[in-house]
């Protein structure tokens, strides 16, 4: 029962983890008539504001043993967000809309990563969080077509209004998970799977000390930087050259997208037998191409073919994620809280890269944007390559607890 409920909260959760921000971009510069400027400051001062809240929301997940009420409220209010922006177009009620969105992407994910950890012994980690990338994929591309379907026969409005509906059906899902089944202290990195001994959390600064961790976290944030707008700089392009198909031209985006990532959700399942590192390799490449790419060629259908690299790119990293951290965070009592203060460092760079690309844009058009983007993401391929260890614990310490984490197989 808890293995097919944890799969209909990841397939139902996907328009909240997905591609919303596209359809609010999209919505207020076809709809709204708001500038390119304009949009990207708000971006960037809703990110900004909204993401130095996740450590916190990290820490609480750690904490707390209400996961599935935090993320019933959460659905809630990203309802009630979609259709204040819908309803009142203005810059106080976006802004406000769009920092509670901010946060609410530092609580979806790392509740259902914990309450995978909770409920799945470590060896098994990787081919649950694969599958459960593989649903929530599944689940954006189920989404992109229904919003694509609305969205061209009544309005651009139509997401906003499905998401009360995909809500309800997200909170009957998440309480058909035993709230019982999950071990909150394995959840949060402190228990053994051998043993269940519990052991006291270490001090924040762990996550200082941690080489890998913070190689991670540089690399992201430049990933971030130039990968966050790359969508919605695809998305604006082909609205502004096909006026009255916005919505469709942006959810084909998001449907090529994830069609991609399926396929490397299921690679993530097999991480234990390929490594992290050569699957993290090839996920930072991807952007850096795919952003030279978009700016070879005009073409609708061109644009919206290289979106399958954002599949290969996002698809894998996002998969891998959380798995990576487990990796890195075993024994230290602080997982959701890593994942809370990288949710800081990737929002800061992919909030920062939106305001950034908005104003190349304004000034220096789409491809100027594009190459700035694949010339920055570049930068984050080599990080990754150079520094980065191995991760994948060996298999002695798959069975074995190290305090302070585990540490990788190569340094």
């Given at each position: 029962?808890r293995l097919?409920?944890?799969?209909?909260?990841?397939?139902?959760?996907?328009?909240?983890r997905?591609g919303l921000g596209?359809?609010?971009?999209?919505?207020?510069l076809?709809?709204a008539?708001?500038?390119?400027?304009?949009?990207?400051a708000v971006l960037?001062v809703s990110?900004?504001?909204?993401?130095?809240?996740?450590?916190?929301?990290g820490?609480?997940i750690?904490?707390?043993?209400?996961?599935?009420?935090?993320?019933?409220?959460?659905?809630?209010?990203?309802?009630?967000?979609g259709?204040a922006?819908?309803?009142?177009p203005?810059i106080?009620?976006?802004?406000?809309?769009?920092?509670?969105m901010?946060v609410l992407?530092?609580?979806f994910?790392?509740?259902?990563?914990?309450?995978?950890?909770?409920?799945?012994?470590?060896?098994?980690?990787?081919?649950?969080?694969?599958?459960?990338?593989?649903?929530?994929?599944?689940?954006?591309?189920f989404?992109?077509?229904v919003?694509?379907?609305?969205?061209?026969?009544?309005s651009?409005?139509a997401?906003?209004?499905?998401?009360?509906v995909f809500?309800?059906?997200?909170?009957?899902a998440?309480?058909?998970?035993?709230a019982?089944?999950i071990d909150h202290?394995?959840?949060?990195?402190?228990?053994?799977?051998?043993?269940?001994?519990?052991?006291?959390?270490?001090?924040?600064r762990?996550l200082?000390?941690?080489?890998p961790?913070v190689?991670?976290?540089?690399?992201?944030?430049?990933?971030?930087?130039?990968?966050?707008?790359l969508?919605?700089l695809?998305?604006?392009?082909l609205?502004?050259?096909?006026?009255?198909?916005?919505?469709?031209?942006?959810?084909?985006?998001?449907?090529?997208?994830q069609l991609?990532t399926i396929?490397?959700a299921?690679?993530?399942?097999?991480?234990?037998?390929?490594?992290?590192k050569?699957?993290l390799?090839?996920?930072?490449?991807?952007?850096?191409?795919?952003?030279?790419?978009?700016?070879?060629?005009?073409?609708?259908?061109?644009?919206l073919?290289?979106?399958?690299?954002?599949g290969?790119?996002?698809?894998?990293?996002?998969?891998?994620l959380p798995?990576?951290?487990a990796?890195?965070?075993?024994?230290?009592?602080?997982?959701?809280?890593?994942?809370?203060?990288?949710?800081?460092?990737?929002?800061?760079?992919?909030?920062?890269?939106?305001?950034?690309?908005?104003?190349i844009?304004?000034?220096?058009?789409?491809?100027a944007a594009?190459?700035?983007?694949?010339?920055?993401?570049?930068a984050?391929?080599?990080?990754?390559?150079?520094?980065?260890p191995?991760?994948?614990?060996?298999?002695?310490?798959?069975?074995?607890?190290?305090?302070?984490?585990?540490?990788?197989?190569?340094r």
């Open positions: 029962m097919v409920a944890l799969d209909w909260v990841n397939f139902l959760l996907a328009d909240v997905g596209a359809y609010v971009i999209v919505y207020l076809t709809n008539h708001w500038s390119q400027a304009t949009i990207g960037t990110g900004l504001t909204g993401i130095m809240l996740h450590p916190s929301v820490a609480l750690d904490n707390i043993r209400g996961k599935r009420a935090l993320l019933i409220a959460g659905t809630v209010v990203l309802s009630v967000c259709l922006v819908v309803w009142m203005i106080p009620v976006v802004l406000a809309a769009d920092i509670a901010a992407g530092g609580v994910a790392p509740v259902v990563a914990a309450i995978t950890v909770g409920l799945f012994e470590r060896d098994a980690l990787p081919a649950r969080l694969g599958r459960n990338a593989v649903f929530d994929r599944i689940g954006n591309v989404i992109a077509v919003v694509g379907i609305f969205g061209t026969i009544f651009q409005a997401p906003f209004y499905l998401l009360p809500a309800a059906l997200t909170i009957v998440v309480l058909a998970i035993p019982r089944a202290e394995r959840a949060r990195g402190l228990a053994a799977e051998d043993t269940r001994a519990l052991r006291r959390p270490e001090s924040w762990v200082l000390r941690s080489r961790l190689v991670f976290a540089a690399a992201a944030a430049i990933l971030n930087f130039a990968n966050g707008p969508l919605q695809v998305a604006q392009k609205a502004l050259a096909h006026p009255g198909y916005e919505t469709g031209l942006t959810s084909t985006a998001i449907i090529v997208t991609a396929p490397m299921l690679l993530v399942t097999r991480a234990n037998a390929l490594g992290r050569p699957l390799i090839i996920a930072f490449a991807a952007v850096p191409l795919r952003g030279l790419l978009c700016a070879s060629y005009d073409d609708p259908s061109w644009l073919g290289v979106q399958l690299l954002d290969v790119g996002a698809g894998m990293y996002e998969a891998l798995l990576v951290l990796d890195m965070m075993r024994g230290t009592g602080h997982y959701s809280l890593a994942r809370g203060v990288l949710g800081t460092i990737q929002g800061i760079g992919g909030s920062t890269g939106q305001g950034a690309a908005g104003f844009v304004a000034a220096f058009g789409y491809n594009f190459l700035t983007l694949a010339a920055v993401a570049l984050a391929l080599l990080l990754m390559a150079v520094a980065m191995e991760t994948r614990p060996t298999p002695r310490k798959l069975d074995q607890p190290t305090p302070g984490g585990v540490e990788p197989e190569t």
